[in-house]
């Protein structure tokens, strides 16, 4: 057996039904469990992190059984795993490969940067207008601030 | 149907704008009218601000509308920790519309998303004050028969003055020339050169205050400049004289520059400045009854 198919195997074969989401930069990888809600989910969850990758040096790969995320839900991830593959398995085989993009708007996930936006004091659920994806440039539309790459908090 | 709130000056298209210009002029020639009758308007002011309120609630009144409201925190439910989503809501049930000034920026925009009247931002913290804008414009027009090829000077802290920033923002769309004069730590935020470089709208940037520059001027805008945001007390120290405007600057400006600022001034306008034909800050600011006049009717869908 040639090394690659073992790792293929390794990654992918457990899984019979479900999501696999891959390459997704090691120290991410909890900040998407969360972004993804998995906590709260009873389904089976494998999580693999600080795995050796030739592309990103280490890397972090989740496996959930029997989940099928729809785009909207995946997408969430973009911001911080913009690169991560999505691979949706049906009867142990790759069926579909999805491609995360981050939507032009979006609510949650990240935290104004202005201590004096209405969305830190209230509340209430920001959201953001994506005026730039790369470099990555948000925008609060209550305070109207910019919020760049380096400057983002996750909530 | 257009969107009836005013929250930040880009909610307005340049049409808008203009018939929001000539509405105010209506109101200029016949401010005591009777379209708000049977009207209630709500003024929430969180953060105080008596000459934003007075002039909001004079402009109601003499279209005779009548008036609820606070005009500090203080005397609001919001002390007692009520979340400004509840007060809208209460106050929705009583009012035809809403004006609010708030010390956290956004706070318009959320209102608006919790009630279906009409909510007009009166200051949210560093963030927007639109009616203000629009009287500055009402100013521009009125003073200079025009708006458009203007070349404006604007002068102090060009930073964080949220005047200067609203004011290029609805003066993008008329073909204007910019003098950014400021301090090193006061400059012109890069977003909004970029705005005008998008537009083709040429503009200079000087860190001296000089007679040259106020020769070429049609409008000369001041702002205050203030201590509070210098991280070095010393740099405050060196530039707070710098940004004064004396009436002997002006010996060789153009007959038509008009001299605005958003009052209350410190300092930064010499008081021998006021004698001058071209100031104007003072009228300026009666313009505001008119164009707050306008915004509401127009907002009421009842002009
Ligand atoms: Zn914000």
Do not use: W
């Amino acid at each position: 057996m040639d090394k690659k198919y073992v790792k293929k195997e390794m990654q992918v074969k457990a899984l019979e039904n479900g999501t696999v989401i891959d390459h997704i930069p090691a120290n991410k990888l909890f900040k998407v469990v969360e972004i993804l809600q998995l906590e709260q989910i009873s389904n089976e969850v494998t999580i693999g992190n600080n795995l050796a990758s030739k592309r990103m040096g280490t890397k972090g790969i989740i496996k959930v059984a029997n989940r099928f995320f729809e785009s909207k839900e995946i997408n969430r991830i973009a911001l911080i795993a913009p690169n991560a593959k999505i691979n949706i398995i049906r009867d142990y085989q790759v069926t579909e490969k999805r491609i995360i993009t981050l939507p032009d708007h979006f609510k949650g996930i990240v935290k104004c940067v202005n201590p004096k936006c209405i969305t830190n004091n209230e509340v209430m659920e920001p959201r953001y207008n994506v005026i730039s994806k790369s470099p990555l440039v948000l925008k609060c539309p209550y305070c109207e601030r910019e919020i760049r790459e380096e400057e983002l908090q996750l909530l | 149907m257009s969107y009836p709130s005013l929250v930040s000056i880009a909610d307005y298209s340049k049409e808008q704008m203009l018939h929001i210009l000539e509405l105010a002029a209506g109101f200029e020639s016949n401010p005591n009218q009777n379209i708000l009758q049977g009207k209630v308007a709500a003024t929430l002011f969180f953060e105080p601000s008596t000459r934003t309120r007075l002039s909001f609630e004079t402009a109601i009144n003499r279209l005779g509308g009548r008036v609820i409201g606070f005009s500090d925190a203080a005397t609001s439910s919001s002390t007692k920790g009520e979340t400004l989503r509840d007060t809208i809501k209460m106050v929705s049930n009583y009012a035809d519309i809403i004006i609010m000034r708030h010390f956290l920026e956004g706070a318009a925009r959320y209102a608006t998303e919790v009630t279906d009247i009409p909510i007009i931002n009166a200051g949210d913290g560093a963030n927007q004050h639109p009616t203000q804008t629009m009287l500055d414009l009402y100013s521009i027009q009125k003073t200079q028969g025009r708006l458009d090829n203007l070349k404006v000077v604007m002068v102090g802290d060009l930073k964080y003055g949220r005047t200067v920033h609203s004011l290029l923002m609805a003066l993008k769309y008329f073909s204007p020339v910019f003098y950014f004069i400021a301090p090193e730590e006061l400059l012109m935020p890069n977003e909004y050169k970029l705005i005008c470089r998008e537009n083709n709208i040429p503009y200079y940037e000087n860190s001296n205050f000089e007679p040259e520059i106020i020769e070429q001027a049609d409008i000369l805008y001041m702002t205050r400049i203030q201590r509070e945001r210098f991280t070095d007390l010393v740099e405050y120290e060196k530039v707070k004289n710098v940004y004064i405007l004396h009436n002997h600057m002006l010996d060789k400006s153009k007959n038509n520059l008009r001299i605005l600022h958003p009052l209350p001034r410190v300092n930064e306008i010499s008081q021998d400045v006021d004698d001058n034909p071209k100031a104007y800050y003072f009228e300026q600011a009666r313009n505001g009854l008119y164009v707050r006049q306008a915004i509401i009717s127009h907002a009421l869908g009842l002009v």
